[in-house]
């Protein structure tokens, strides 16, 4: 059975910073894309960083300059490097990686596994 697993989450004030990572099984990920989203508090769901089975990165413009997406393929993990934290990154973080897409993807329907996603709140 193919999951994605986060971990990391937590409470944190304005400025820390935290990593989340996201553990895959049942099978490898290696060449496919994965990507990072989040879903505020009476928001919707929207990307946060993406990166491609090469390792091409792809960062929303609220979290380019403090986030940083990576990933190691012979641990199967993705991680998500959050620094600089602000009250509005507070939100779900998911995981999601595509079984059948190579390069940047960005939209939320092209991912077909999902995790569950892990909280992160940010207070002032």
């Known amino acids: 059975q193919v999951q994605l697993a986060e971990s990391g989450g937590g409470l944190v004030q304005a400025g820390d910073s935290l990593r989340v990572s996201c553990e895959t099984s049942g099978r490898t990920f290696s060449g496919y894309a994965m990507g990072w989203f989040r879903q505020g508090p009476g928001k919707e769901r929207e990307i946060v960083a993406a990166?491609?089975?090469?390792?091409?990165?792809y960062y929303a413009d609220a979290v380019k300059g403090r986030f940083t997406i990576s990933r190691v393929n012979t641990w199967n993990t993705l991680y998500l490097q959050m620094n600089s934290l602000k009250v509005d990154d507070t939100a779900v973080y998911l995981c999601?990686?595509?079984?059948?897409?190579?390069?940047?993807?960005?939209?939320?329907?092209?991912?077909?596994?999902w995790g569950q996603g892990t909280q992160v709140t940010v207070s002032s």
């Open positions: 990166i491609s089975g090469r390792g091409v990165t």
């Open positions: 999601a990686a595509s079984t059948r897409l190579g390069g940047l993807v960005l939209r939320a329907s092209s991912y077909d596994v």
